[in-house]
């Protein structure tokens, strides 16, 4: 057992973190607002070799391992939040294409080496209007008839939907169904139209929104996996690994930023960082997020070991995310005025936070999970 990350390891995050302070940092504001500055920039990552981490390398892909991708994700977060979350969203849709469906057509596998280089974007559709924490509540729906699926249905606030080439959807396998599919559609199947973007107070340069399904048709090979719960869970529980990543990334910047603030700005007479009241802030929220991140490294090795990882994962994006929002919350209150300023990255680094507590599974979702698999030792066996 090994705690220390080695040379290749911390470069991996170095030149993730350099490129991201150094390129993206700067544009944060822009790429708010600007969906075209946003494309650009992911273009940027495809060209600077942060696509396709996940994927095999005979497949077109990097073929990282788990920890090295969140190293990926932890150092692009310094800089940019938004561009890390929508980078790591791509990427595992694309590995998941690339290698979690057994029996894949393989017309759908040839796609591989574009998504692999961002050639190609992909969008993941689960949730739905009436379906968020609870999947089961899904009303969409896909009928088989004869070699083709039509599928009908609207989902809700799905990241890249607007742009996205290829869609993940999950469905009811027909109308009064109980278990679910997950079906590969390509943007341009007549009857699939985007609906208006959710406008949030972080990323707006990213569609999140709409998808309507009107009576769209799929060849019957477009079926990824018949057991579509097991496959979203498996999908979920990589993203319980990334999301952290990025939480760790955003509030270990938070607290660099604000202590290279207050080592400057004098208050009394001296720098307030010298004041012991402020360095034990400092101290409380290094310690937890250099906990969370013992705890974001062992979750990539369990996933990297191919042990189950739900439960550790589950407390991983628990644990990360809410140190994420108590951090970010508490350097705003350091910067002061400053921190209240609209462009203040600071107040992105707190609506990230909560962003970060929503999705893939909410907080008190976490919670269930850990809660549930701890109960369950205990309670007696029905
Ligand atoms: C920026 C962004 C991007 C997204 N991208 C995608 C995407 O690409 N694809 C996709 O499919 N979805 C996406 N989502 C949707 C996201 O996954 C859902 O928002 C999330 O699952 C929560 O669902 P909900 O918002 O409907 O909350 P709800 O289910 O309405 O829950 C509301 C509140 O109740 C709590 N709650 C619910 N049930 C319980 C319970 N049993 N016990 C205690 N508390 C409970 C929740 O934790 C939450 O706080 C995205 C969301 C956002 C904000």
Known sequence: MNFLLDKEHQAIFDKAK???????APITQQLESSP??????????A???????????DMGGKGYSYLQMSLVYEGLAHGSGIMAFLLQLQNNINMEIATFYEGIAPEILTLVPDLACGNKTTAFALTEGGSGCDPSATEAYAELDGDVYRIHGTKDWITNAKDADYFNVMVKDGKDSKNMIILFVPA???GLRSLENRERMIG???FVGGVEFDNCVVPKSNLLSAEGFKEALKAIDVARVFTPAIAIGVAQQAVDSVCAYLGQRESFGKP????QGVQWQVAEM???IEAARCLLYKTAAVMDSGEPVALTAAMNKLFATDVAMEVTVRCAQLFGAEGLMKSAPIVQAMALAKMLQVIDGTT????????RSIARQYLPRK
């Open 47 to 57: 060209e600077q070799g942060f696509y396709g981490l996940g994927i095999p390398i």
């Open 272 to 275: 307030i960082l010298t004041n």
């Open 204 to 206: 707006n340069g990213m």
């Open 286 to 288: 290094t310690t937890k």
């Open 364 to 371: 008190e979702i976490q919670k269930i999970v850990v809660g």
């Open 18 to 24: 350099a490129y991201s302070l150094e390129y993206l």
């Open 188 to 190: 341009n199947v007549p």
């Open 36 to 45: 075209d500055l946003l494309k650009e920039k992911m273009k940027d990552l």
